[in-house]
Antibody
Framework: EVQLVQSGAEVKKPGESLRISCQGSGYSFTNYWITWVRHVPGKGLEWLGNIDPSDSYINYSPPFQGHVTISADASISTAYLQWSSLKASDTAIYYC????????????WGQGTLVTVSS | DIQMTQSLSTLSASVGDTVTITCRASQSISRWLAWYQQKPGKAPKLLIYRASNLQSGVPSRFNGSGSGTEFTLTISSLQPDDFATYFCHQYNVFSPWTFGQGTKVDIK
């Protein structure tokens, strides 16, 4: 069974760093890209970027480039999303999802990670 | 960026109804469009890809159509399990991916 299991909810203060994870199982991790999407309450979904775990090629959405870092460790079938300095506006539910090629539908999603940034 | 507009944020319907949800792109995306269903507290579920292809395991009462800038998701004979939020997603390779705001189908 294909699963993407994300790390648990986080509560952080502005300026703090954070890394959340997404572990794939039930499929060959390097055969699929991983995308990160966020859902801010009251707004639609926003695409942050994606990574090809086979070679760590990354695409960032322009509004998020420089603010988040996407990475992957294929040896443990895990992708990461990290921030070096969080802002209150980063408060959202973050989802990972897999897709077969660079531009493709998202066929399996993680359960989501709630990140709350508040002083 | 390509803007995806779902004109209805909420749609009220009854079991057995046929509902149509629309999604409009601000520029042509050919058929690079997917539809997802999401229930509260759950991960989104892929229903339709490349505008009209039914994802494996999804009931045939879900139907997608359209190309270019106008797309529709039709749910025939609405079932109790179908009350959820539906959103579209464009994955044109030449531009950042974007999503519609979602249409919540609730019980009339």
């Amino acid at each position: 069974e294909v699963q993407l299991v994300q790390s648990g909810a986080e509560v952080k203060k502005p300026g703090e760093s954070l890394r959340i994870s997404c572990q794939g199982s039930g499929y060959s991790f390097t055969n699929y890209w991983i995308t990160w999407v966020r859902h801010v309450p009251g707004k639609g979904l926003e695409w942050l970027g994606n990574i090809d775990p086979s070679d760590s090629y990354i695409n960032y959405s322009p509004p998020f480039q420089g603010h988040v870092t996407i990475s992957a460790d294929a040896s443990i079938s895990t992708a990461y999303l990290q921030w070096s300095s969080l802002k209150a506006s980063d408060t959202a539910i973050y989802y990972c999802a897999r897709h077969l090629v660079a531009a493709a539908e998202l066929d399996y999603w993680g359960q989501g990670t709630l990140v709350t940034v508040s002083s | 960026d390509i803007q995806m507009t779902q004109s209805l944020s909420t749609l009220s319907a009854s079991v057995g109804d046929t509902v149509t949800i629309t999604c409009r792109a601000s520029q042509s995306i050919s058929r690079w469009l997917a539809w997802y269903q999401q229930k509260p507290g759950k991960a989104p579920k892929l229903l339709i890809y490349r505008a009209s292809n039914l994802q494996s395991g999804v009931p045939s009462r879900f139907n997608g159509s359209g190309s270019g800038t106008e797309f529709t998701l039709t749910i025939s004979s609405l079932q109790p399990d179908d009350f959820a939020t539906y959103f579209c997603h464009q994955y044109n390779v030449f531009s950042p991916w974007t999503f519609g705001q979602g249409t919540k189908v609730d019980i009339k």
